[in-house]
């Protein structure tokens, strides 16, 4: 990693912390998910970022990837416990970051159990240190306040427009995961907890996704030549929302070609991940680098 990498990696951390830490004192129930989004990814911008991905808005026990929908209309619920995951690039590097917000003081000790767990967590990431360490510290430190991590989400790599570069760190212990961290790298750490079983499950809902296969050969109409050219040229490989693409065609025709092109394997479509019990869920999420040197900089803290 060069030193004009890790500037731009430290820059996309430092937008993405002010942007969170701004949406955290603006979220209130009440509030248009749509018209909060929109302003997230236009702070980012006006910031000198990009967004590196939809801003997600997940309330209760739905864990992650809920982004608004074309003429969605769901407003904060009272007594909410809201996750807001946020990613800047800059040029292709990214921040990925996360803090949830509580409308109920029900839920003070869930919070403070993921908050924990991720600055413990974070306090353990040397150049050498084993991604099964993560997830052993992840998981004690959340069943010691009597929740449970959920054990099908967790950390990943990051690479140049890749949100998930090919590792995995996970927020329960696994003994045999091979994997550590290395310099020259960045990852995020992003434990979830809940007093629910500790896993997810996909939704019906689907307003992300992300292309992954560009140069497939297959016949498509105009739409879908029309669709997928825009993807190609705003977004590259970075996922993407629906309402990103509302200016391309009206909403049925845009859906039907966008699940079109994800069948033949262009997209992936990220559904919305719910709590397998509908247990309330937290998450909190930050951004490392690991210099040449071993230094470690968590970018969005
Ligand atoms: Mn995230
Ligand atoms: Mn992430």
Request: charged letters at 30%; one cysteine or more.
């Given at each position: 990693?060069?030193?004009?990498?890790?500037?731009?990696?430290?820059?996309?951390?430092?937008?993405?912390?002010?942007?969170?830490?701004?949406?955290?004192k603006r979220i209130e129930p009440g509030v248009s998910v749509y018209?909060?989004?929109?302003?997230?990814?236009?702070?980012?911008?006006?910031?000198?970022?990009?967004?590196?991905?939809?801003?997600?808005?997940?309330?209760?026990?739905?864990?992650?990837?809920?982004?608004?929908?074309?003429?969605?209309?769901?407003?904060?619920?009272?007594?909410?416990?809201?996750?807001?995951?946020?990613?800047?690039?800059?040029?292709?590097?990214?921040?990925?970051?996360?803090?949830?917000?509580?409308?109920?003081?029900?839920?003070?000790?869930?919070?403070?159990?993921?908050?924990?767990a991720l600055e413990k967590a974070l306090g353990i990431v040397s150049?050498?240190?084993?991604?099964?360490?993560?997830?052993?510290?992840?998981?004690?430190?959340?069943?010691?306040?009597?929740?449970?991590?959920?054990?099908?989400?967790?950390?990943?790599?990051?690479?140049?427009?890749?949100?998930?570069?090919?590792?995995?760190?996970?927020?329960?212990?696994?003994?045999?995961?091979?994997?550590k961290f290395g310099k020259g790298k960045a990852y995020a750490i992003?434990?979830?907890?809940?007093?629910?079983?500790?896993?997810?499950?996909?939704?019906?809902?689907?307003?992300?996704?992300?292309?992954?296969?560009?140069?497939?050969?297959?016949?498509?109409?105009?739409?879908?030549?029309?669709?997928?050219?825009?993807?190609?040229?705003?977004?590259?490989?970075?996922?993407?929302?629906?309402?990103?693409?509302?200016?391309?065609?009206?909403?049925?025709?845009?859906?039907?070609?966008?699940?079109?092109?994800?069948?033949?394997?262009?997209?992936?479509?990220?559904?919305?991940?719910?709590?397998?019990?509908?247990?309330?869920?937290?998450?909190?999420?930050?951004?490392?680098?690991?210099?040449?040197?071993?230094?470690?900089?968590?970018?969005?803290?």
């Amino acid at each position: 990693m060069d030193e004009e990498v890790l500037r731009k990696y430290i820059e996309a951390g430092r937008i993405a912390r002010i942007v969170r830490e701004e949406a955290a004192k603006r979220i209130e129930p009440g509030v248009s998910v749509y018209e909060f989004c929109e302003w997230v990814e236009n702070r980012i911008a006006e910031l000198g970022g990009r967004p590196a991905f939809p801003c997600n808005l997940s309330i209760n026990e739905v864990a992650a990837h809920y982004t608004p929908l074309i003429g969605d209309e769901l407003r904060v619920p009272d007594e909410s416990v809201v996750k807001i995951d946020l990613g800047v690039h800059v040029d292709g590097y990214i921040a990925d970051t996360a803090v949830t917000v509580s409308f109920s003081d029900k839920w003070d000790t869930l919070l403070e159990a993921v908050r924990d767990a991720l600055e413990k967590a974070l306090g353990i990431v040397s150049p050498d240190t084993k991604f099964s360490e993560v997830g052993r510290v992840i998981e004690s430190t959340i069943k010691a306040y009597g929740f449970k991590p959920i054990s099908n989400l967790g950390g990943h790599s990051l690479a140049r427009y890749t949100i998930h570069a090919g590792e995995s760190i996970p927020n329960v212990y696994e003994p045999f995961l091979r994997g550590k961290f290395g310099k020259g790298k960045a990852y995020a750490i992003e434990p979830f907890g809940t007093n629910g079983a500790g896993s997810v499950r996909e939704g019906d809902i689907i307003a992300i996704y992300a292309l992954i296969r560009p140069n497939l050969r297959r016949r498509l109409n105009e739409l879908q030549k029309r669709v997928l050219n825009a993807i190609k040229e705003r977004f590259k490989t970075l996922p993407f929302a629906e309402r990103w693409l509302k200016d391309i065609a009206q909403v049925d025709e845009l859906r039907r070609a966008l699940r079109r092109l994800a069948s033949m394997g262009f997209l992936v479509q990220y559904p919305v991940l719910i709590e397998k019990s509908r247990g309330m869920v937290a998450q909190f999420e930050h951004t490392l680098v690991i210099t040449n040197e071993g230094d470690v900089i968590v970018t969005t803290r």
